[in-house]
C-alpha cells in the first residue's frame, strides 16, 4: 500500500502561482511513475504532468510552458506559473508502482480568479 497526501493547493489570483505537494508512504519500492491530474466541476479527470522514474516528463498542452513536474524520492511536485481561471480544479496525484498498480491521493482543491 501506498499513502499520498497533496498540500498547496488554494486561491491565487489570475498570473499567480502555487506549488503542489503530494507525499508518499509506505510500499513505495518500484515505484515507476508519478503525476498529477485535475478534474472541474461536471468534467472527467485529465492528465496534467507526468514524470517516471528515469525522469522522463510529459505535459497536457494546456499547461505547457506554465507548469513544472518534479521529483524526488518520496515526494512529487507541481510548480503552477502563470495561472488562469481555467486552471481551476481538484487537483489528484497519482503514483505508480511497477507499472501496474496506481494509487490516487484525496484531492487538492486549486481555485484561481479572475
Known amino acids: 500500500q501506498v499513502q499520498l497526501v497533496e498540500s498547496g493547493g488554494g486561491l491565487v489570483q489570475a498570473g499567480g502561482t502555487l506549488r503542489l505537494s503530494c507525499a508518499a508512504s509506505?510500499?513505495?519500492?518500484?515505484?515507476?511513475?508519478m503525476g498529477w491530474y485535475r478534474q472541474a466541476p461536471g468534467k472527467q479527470r485529465d492528465m496534467v504532468a507526468r514524470?517516471?522514474?528515469?525522469?522522463s516528463t510529459d505535459y497536457a498542452d494546456s499547461v505547457k510552458g506554465r507548469f513544472t513536474i518534479s521529483r524526488d524520492k518520496y515526494t512529487v511536485y507541481l510548480q503552477m506559473n502563470s495561472l488562469k481561471p481555467e486552471d481551476t480544479a481538484v487537483y489528484y496525484c497519482?503514483?505508480?508502482?511497477?507499472?501496474?498498480?496506481?494509487?490516487w491521493g484525496r484531492g487538492t482543491q486549486v481555485t484561481v480568479s479572475s
Open positions: 509506505g510500499y513505495t519500492f518500484r515505484t515507476s511513475a
Open positions: 514524470i517516471t522514474s528515469d525522469d
Open positions: 497519482r503514483w505508480t508502482i511497477a507499472s501496474v498498480v496506481d494509487y
